[in-house]
C-alpha cells in the first residue's frame, strides 16, 4: 500500500523559512516522478515543482522562482520543499504526489497525471 506523508508545515513570519518534506512508501521511489502543489483558501490547486523521474525538474509558479527549491533523495524516498524569503501570499495547503511508474507525462502544473496524493500540510505565513 502506498503512502505519502508530509511534514514541515507551520506558522511563520513573513520572511522566515521552512522545509516541507515528503516521505513515500509502498513503491519504488525512483522510478516515479514526485510533486509538490497547493491549494490556498478559496482557490483552485496549483502546483509547483515537479521531480521527474527521470531526473529533469520541473516548476509552474513563477512567484516562488529564487525562493522555493525542490529536491529528492531517493535513498530515502523523501521529496523537499525548501522555502525562503516566505509572504503571507503562500499560505496554503501544501500537497505531494506521486506519478508513474516511468511516465513521461507524470509532471503538469494541474497534476492530473498524479496517483498518489498525500493528506498535506498546512503553512501559514502571518504578515
Known amino acids: 500500500q502506498v503512502q505519502v506523508v508530509e511534514s514541515g508545515g507551520g506558522l511563520v513570519q513573513a520572511g522566515g523559512s521552512l522545509r516541507l518534506n515528503c516521505t513515500i512508501s509502498?513503491?519504488?521511489?525512483?522510478?516515479?516522478?514526485v510533486g509538490w502543489f497547493r491549494q490556498a483558501p478559496g482557490k483552485e490547486r496549483e502546483g509547483l515543482y515537479c521531480s521527474a523521474w527521470s531526473g529533469a525538474t520541473a516548476f509552474y509558479q513563477a512567484s516562488t522562482k529564487g525562493r522555493f527549491t525542490i529536491s529528492r533523495d531517493n535513498a530515502k524516498n523523501t521529496l523537499y520543499l525548501q522555502m525562503n524569503l516566505l509572504e503571507p501570499e503562500d499560505t496554503a495547503m501544501y500537497y505531494c504526489?506521486?506519478?508513474?511508474?516511468?511516465?513521461?507525462?507524470?509532471?503538469?502544473?494541474?497534476?492530473?497525471?498524479?496517483?498518489?496524493w498525500g493528506a498535506g500540510t498546512l503553512v501559514t505565513v502571518s504578515s
Open positions: 509502498g513503491l519504488t521511489f525512483d522510478d516515479y516522478s
Open positions: 504526489a506521486a506519478g508513474g511508474p516511468r511516465y513521461a507525462g507524470a509532471c503538469s502544473s494541474s497534476g492530473h497525471a498524479m496517483k498518489y
